[in-house]
């Protein structure tokens, strides 16, 4: 899932007519979702419901697919996934909870999953979840984490980078989705108020994707999503899933 910086190659150098990654704002209605999570149940003794997060990571990972007509391009999709929770357990005690959830910084590992472009295209909404569900098992454990630092420490200290990360530009679409769901943005006070809304930047420069859906400031279950992506992949989402990401507005906030 990571690997040490110096083992990357140098990037290729980039074209001014080449696609570049932009930023942009959507949001997506609580119906919208529900329907995404309906549509992952799979068939037959199958008939598991995946998560929100889940099921619109798979619906974003077959329209990512889609912006490549390559049908051999392997595109990949990872989820962060927080590690707090999952370093401690029931047998701790109750002084060490309370430090990991108190541990200001990221304690995050990155799963991912590639596949190649035709696969995506050709399955079902709900085999891509679940192919997503179960990159995901990988990562949710304490032994998990615990192997990660260890990985960590014994390279120091050399600086490592996600694998997702480091997208050759030969290879197929990548992108990773951070869930914001639990970002205190209504607690959120500087002296003036409360923030009527409030997103994500991370113009981190790479090739991958970036998206993090947040929750709605209308407190409904809606969905507001920031996404990094390249400005022909937004395009292309806008066209065929215009239903379901609409451009954030002024009147949608007010």
Not at 27 to 53: F, P
Not at 100 to 129: H, Q, T
Request: aromatic fraction near 10%; glycine fraction near 8%.
């Amino acid at each position: 899932m990571y690997v040490p910086l110096s083992d990357l190659q140098p990037p290729a150098p980039v074209s001014p007519d080449s696609d570049h990654l932009i930023s942009r704002i959507y949001y997506i209605t609580a119906d919208q979702l529900n329907l995404l999570q309906s549509s992952t149940v799979g068939e037959g003794s199958e008939k598991t419901r995946r998560t929100k997060l889940e099921s619109f990571s798979a619906f974003l990972w077959k329209m990512i697919a889609e912006s490549t007509d390559d049908d051999k391009k392997v595109c990949k999709m990872g989820i962060v996934v927080d590690g707090r929770t999952r370093l401690s357990d029931a047998e701790d005690d109750e002084d060490k909870v309370k430090m990991i959830s108190a541990y200001f910084g990221n304690v995050l590992s990155i799963p991912f999953s590639g596949k190649r472009r035709d696969e995506l295209m050709d399955k079902p909404l709900s085999w891509v979840a679940d192919a997503l569900h179960n990159c995901l098992q990988s990562a949710v454990t304490k032994e998990h984490f615990l192997g990660l630092i260890d990985w960590v420490e014994a390279r120091r200290p050399a600086t490592a980078v996600a694998k997702i990360y480091s997208n050759e530009s030969d290879d197929g679409p990548a992108c990773v989705v951070s869930s914001g769901q639990r970002f205190p943005v209504s607690k959120v006070d500087f002296g003036w108020g409360k923030p009527a809304f409030g997103s994500y930047h991370f113009p981190w420069g790479g090739s991958s994707a970036y998206v993090m859906p947040m929750p709605s400031p209308k407190g409904n279950g809606d969905w507001v999503v920031y996404m990094h992506l390249l400005k022909g992949q937004l395009e292309m989402i806008e066209a065929r899933a215009g239903d379901v990401f609409r451009p954030l507005t002024f009147d949608y906030i007010c």
